[in-house]
C-alpha cells in the first residue's frame, strides 16, 4: 500500500501544487482510505464465504442451501447481516458490563490488524514489515483474550467453558505453527512476507513446499495447527454447540454476535493466505520471474493467483469442516504436544542439515523439488477427480430428491 500512496501523494503535489505542510495530513487520509478499503473487504470476504460454506454443506448433505435471496441466494449474507444488526442487544443481568461489551471488538480487532501484512499482489500490501510473519502470529494472538473474556464476562458456565478451552486451544497450538513457518524464514532469509514470496521463484518447484520433504510434511502440520488455532472443525471444542450450546459467545445477540462471526470467517483467509505466502509461492506467476511484474497486467494476474491459491486452501477448510467429526478435548491436547510439536522440531533441525547437505541450486536439489512437485501435481489431481465425483453424485441426489 505504502507504494500507491507515495504514488498518488507524488501525482497529486504535482497536479494541484498541495503544499507541503498538508503532505501528511494527505497521507494520513489515504492510509485511512486504504485501511477503511481492506477491513470493507475482509467483511464481503467473510459473507461471500459464509454463502460458500452454507451451499458447498448443501452439496455435501444432498441439499440446495440458501436459494432464496437474490440469484442463487447469492445476497443471503446480507439479510443475515441486517438482521443481526436491527436484532436487540442483550446483555444477561449478572454479566460483567464493560469486559462484556469490549471482547467482541477486541476479538476482531486482533484478527483486521493482521490483514496489514498480507500481500495481495507483488505491489499491493498495507504493510512491509521486516518482521511481517512474527507480526501476524502475534497480532492474531490477540483473538484469545477477547474469546477468554468473554466467557468471563458473561457469567454463564457454557461461555466460560469455551473460553477456557479456546485459551488452552490457541495458546497451545501457536507452538507448532510458529514452529512451521521457521524454516520458511530461515530459507528465505528474512520475515518480510514479501521478501519470503521473493525468495521462492516463479518455477511452482522452487515453493517452499517442495524444497524438502521435511517442508511438504511441515505444509501440512501448519494447516493443522491453523485450523486448530482458528478453532474450524474439527477442532472447534470453544463453540461446540452439541456440549456447550455456542460456547463462549453463548449470551452473546445483535452486532456483537455477528462481529465474533465476522473474525472468525476472516481469520480463515489469514490463515489460507499465510499458507500461500509460505509455502504456495504467495502471488508468485508460474514460470514468471517476479522482475518481470512491472505492468498493470501482471500485477492484476498475481493477484489472481494469489486469490486462486489462498481460495483453494479456503475451499479445504470448508469442505473438512463437513467431513471429519469433532474430536475430544483430550485428543486435541494430545495431537498438539506429542506429535504436532516434535514432529516440526525434527522436521526444523533435518531442514537445517538439508540446507547444508543440498544448497538451493544444487543439480540433485533441482532434480529432487521437480519430482517432488509432480507429486504434488498427482496428489492434487486425484484430489479434484474425487471432489468432481462427489459434486455430481450430491446433484444426482438433489434432483431425484426433488424429482420425485
Partial sequence: MQYFINGILENLQSTLNIPDAFTPYLAVGLVGAFTGAIVTFA??????????????????MSRIGPNRVGPQGVLQFLADALKLIVKEDLIPTAADRPLFKLAPYLMAMGVFAGWAVLPFSHRFI???????????LAITSISVVGILMSGWASNSKWALFGGMRAAAQIVSYEIPTAMSIMPSVMLAGTMSTQGIIAAQGGEPWNWYIFHSPMMFVLFFVYFISALAEGSRTPFDLPEAESELVSGYNTEYS??????????????????????????????????????????????????????AK?????????????TLPRVRVDQMMTMCWKYLVPITFGCNMLVILWMWALPWEATAAVVLRIIMFLGGLTLLA????RVRFNIRQAKDKVYIKFAV
Fill in 254 to 307: 445483535g452486532f456483537r454476535f455477528a462481529a465474533y462471526f465476522l473474525a472468525e470467517f476472516s481469520n480463515t483467509w489469514i490463515a489460507a493466505a499465510v499458507g500461500t505466502i509460505v509455502f504456495l509461492g504467495g502471488w508468485q506467476i508460474p514460470f514468471v520471474a517476479h522482475e518481470s511484474i512491472n505492468s498493470v497486467g501482471m500485477e492484476l494476474l498475481s493477484l489472481v493467483f494469489f486469490f
Fill in 43 to 60: 467483511a464481503i470476504y467473510a459473507g461471500i464465504f459464509i454463502y460458500f460454506e452454507r451451499r458447498i454443506a448443501a452439496r455435501m
Fill in 382 to 385: 486425484a484430489y479434484m477427480v
Fill in 126 to 136: 498495507g504493510a512491509d514489515l521486516n518482521i511481517g510473519v512474527l507480526y501476524v
Fill in 310 to 322: 489462498t481460495l483453494c486452501l479456503v475451499f479445504v477448510i470448508i469442505q473438512l469442516r463437513w
